[in-house]
């Protein structure tokens, strides 16, 4: 307790701000889980149970670009107590008797997820910006790791907790429990974050949620591939497939996709360490080469799965590669965006690269249910690899040179 006394005020301030982020993350995972999981229980179909998360990621994709404009204005505190408030709205929504929970009375629970979600994450990865001195390039991309890595960590937890909550306490009890907690967690935030962390010093207009840096652009546009590839086979076709071919019971499938996105995120956090980032890095050389492993990954699993060769040894041996590459990415991402944010209003910056990342994750969900639906996982994956490739392309046109000093051996933290 005295050595969390003694720390800095902006260390207190990014251990709030990645405490909340962790809270609300948690009831993100499990929610997803728990929507798959009594949903297919209950006979809906694939495309059926990815149009619960329609309006999920629609509201997602327009709340990263008014979200980063309002953090912009307001502040980046109230932006994330806003989103555990809605976030609390919506988990208590469905905690109401089976009977309620009608297709468009979930989407609308799912629409205000979605918006709390991503509220929450602009705020939490634009915060870093403000917390870390200009200058340190090292520190920030080992502080964006950290709350990346240890984000999606917890997002496993979330779909291990999902299982576990609709098994104990049913659907309606394993909501009003999240929502309980998150209040604890939202009244805290509320009295310790910062007023002022993150408002921008000239108000933005409204017109200006549009990004007008090219190298911005092209970040989120292969950004927007990246994430629209990981979900088109992982957010509805691969839970059902493990359910309906491996034959794995809800409390399996919950278990084995949680233990996936630990590792995942385990491994986005210690990425400064496995890859030696210096001066000389260059962003579009870097983003190209790792998209081009995953691409390839991607192609062998899809080839796998249509050939019948060793489909069970196949697919999860190609998952566990595809999730380190897919983190390595991932992590190589968020850190550009944070670095390459105008530092006054970095929000808008933030808000609209995560927009394109929205975008993808909606993309990617619809086409999960459909595309698995008629043609099945290899169809989702072939697409996947198509989206990595154009992910790969886009990213040539990234910067070559370094300007920002990756990591200048900066070692504190």
Known sequence: MKRL????????????????????????????????????????????IAMLFLFYEIFGVITNLVGGYLGARLGLNKTMNIGLAIQIIALLMLAVPAEWLTV?????????????KDLNKMSAKSSIKMLVAAGQEGTLFKWVAILTGSKNALKG??????????????????????????????GYSLYALKNDLGKAKQKPKFKQILSKSRAINILSAARMFLFGARDVWFVVALPVFL??????????VGGFLALWVIGYGIVQSVVPKLINF??????????????TLLATVTLFIALALYFQWAIHISLIAGLMIFGVLFAINSSLHSYLIVSMADADG????????????????????????????????????????????????????????NHNGLARGDNSL
């Not at 009375?105 to 997820?113: F, G, H, K, R, W």
């Not at 072939?382 to 910067?399: D, E, G, R």
């Open 5 to 48: 006394a003694n720390l800095s005020a902006d260390i207190k301030q990014y251990l709030i701000v990645t405490g909340n982020y962790w809270a609300f993350t948690l009831t993100d995972g499990a929610l997803r889980m728990l929507v798959v999981l009594h949903f297919h229980a209950l006979g809906y179909s694939p495309l059926s």
């Open 104 to 116: 468009v009375y979930v989407m609308i629970a799912q629409a205000l997820s979605g918006i709390a």
């Open 157 to 186: 937890v979330g779909f291990f907790l999902g299982g576990l909550l609709l098994t104990l306490l049913s659907f309606k009890g394993a909501m009003a429990a999240m929502a309980g907690a998150l209040v604890i967690v939202w």
């Open 243 to 252: 359910s309906q071919v491996f034959n794995w019971d809800h409390w399996t």
């Open 278 to 291: 210096n001066q000389s890095l260059s962003p579009a050389n870097e983003a190209t080469k790792w998209a």
């Open 346 to 401: 970095v929000s808008l910056d933030v808000g609209f690269y995560y927009m394109a990342n929205a975008l993808g994750r909606l993309i990617g969900t619809v086409l999960s249910g459909w595309v698995y639906q008629a043609y099945g996982l290899a169809a989702c994956l072939s697409i996947s690899c198509a989206f990595i490739v154009s992910a790969a392309v886009i990213s040539i046109n990234l910067p070559r040179a």
